[in-house]
């Protein structure tokens, strides 16, 4: 899947608080994109279909959930961030169901019989143990297509998390996890050094700073979450923007420069990722940056 060059206008006053929506936007029309190889990659291997009862850790704004839906799977996706899961809503169109926390529903139906896509999805704002509610039949595959490996720590809550999920799979479910492939594949890893290196004087012996994937970051996940290990395999997820401006917005939405923006201030932020884009500017003005992600297919046992 090629992706798609979208463009944006510039943030009204760079030193102004982002609204968590325009940031939440941001992510789903301009980053969560980059990653559909990647998703597309594992439905393809794992055969997603009409057989697959999928649920999504950091379901994000739901684009690897229309891509199992639109293949047949019955797809129920978790996340923390009420405004990625309100644009999920209204990118899968009208919902079987759609709860809360506390597993309550914005409507009475349960898992719809309709083969559209829309009609195939469910939504649940908190940790992935609120997914148990409303009946859903068992999962037969997990997925966490957040990558880790691109700064220290990134993996903390993911252990966890699998640890809340696993109950609600069938015995010998699929697990993918995702990670950064090796920073010499990667262009974007330069860029990303620029959070650590902004970030380092509010960070005194604190973990998050950007450091290069270690090859068994997935495995010794894997092996803390209680799953067995069955393939791994390597996809080609190139960057592409419009424009530097786009570029920036997009990093900028994933998170990773947080703690850059608050140990600084979000103007020298921009600032410096977007020298640090500069040599992955086009002439006809684009950006486009080449990396590799891995996943590492698992069973439940």
Same mark, same amino acid.
């Given at each position: 899947?090629?992706?798609?060059?979208?463009?944006?206008?510039?943030?009204?006053? $760079? $030193?102004?608080p982002v609204d968590p929506g325009t940031r939440a936007r941001d992510w789903a029309e301009i980053q969560e994109r980059v990653l559909a190889p990647l998703h597309e990659a594992v439905f393809d291997r794992l055969e997603v279909g009409a057989g697959t009862r999928m649920l999504s850790l950091g379901c994000g704004s739901g684009l690897a959930l229309l891509a199992a839906a639109s293949r047949g799977a019955r797809v %129920? =996706?978790?996340?923390?961030?009420? +405004?990625?899961?309100?644009?999920?809503?209204?990118?899968?169109?009208?919902?079987? /169901?759609? +709860?809360? $926390?506390?597993?309550?529903?914005?409507? $009475?139906? =349960?898992?719809a019989r309709d083969t559209e896509p829309a009609r195939r999805a469910r939504l649940v704002e908190g940790p992935p143990s609120a997914a148990a509610t409303s009946g859903a039949p068992p999962y037969n595959l997990l997925t966490a297509f957040h990558p880790i490996g691109c700064a220290a720590g990134d993996s903390e809550g993911l252990a966890p998390a699998? @640890?809340?999920?696993?109950?609600?799979?069938? /015995?010998?479910? %699929?697990?993918?996890?995702? =990670?950064? =492939?090796?920073?010499? /594949?990667? @262009? %974007?890893?330069p860029v990303l050094r620029v959070a650590a290196r902004l970030a380092e004087p509010a960070r005194p012996a604190r973990p998050g700073g950007w450091r290069p994937p270690l090859r068994d970051d997935l495995e010794e996940v894997a092996a803390r979450a209680g799953l067995k290990p069955d393939g791994s395999g390597r996809v080609s997820c190139p960057f592409g923007y419009a424009d530097v401006d786009s570029a920036v917005r997009g990093l900028?939405?994933?998170?990773?420069?947080?703690?850059? @923006? /608050?140990? %600084?201030?979000?103007?020298?932020?921009?600032?410096?990722?977007? +020298?640090?884009?500069l040599p992955h500017r086009r002439p006809d003005g684009t950006v486009w940056m080449p990396n590799v992600f891995r996943y590492l297919v698992c069973v439940t046992t």
């Open positions: 899947m090629t992706p798609t060059l979208v463009r944006h206008h510039t943030y009204a006053a $760079s $030193s102004a %129920t =996706g978790v996340d923390t961030d009420r +405004e990625r899961l309100a644009l999920a809503r209204e990118r899968l169109g009208s919902l079987g /169901r759609s +709860e809360d $926390s506390a597993g309550r529903s914005e409507d $009475s139906g =349960g898992w699998l @640890a809340e999920a696993v109950p609600l799979a069938v /015995r010998g479910a %699929t697990v993918v996890l995702t =990670g950064w =492939g090796p920073p010499e /594949r990667c @262009a %974007t890893a900028l939405s994933t998170g990773l420069f947080d703690a850059a @923006a /608050r140990a %600084t201030d979000r103007s020298r932020v921009e600032k410096e990722v977007a +020298e640090a884009l």
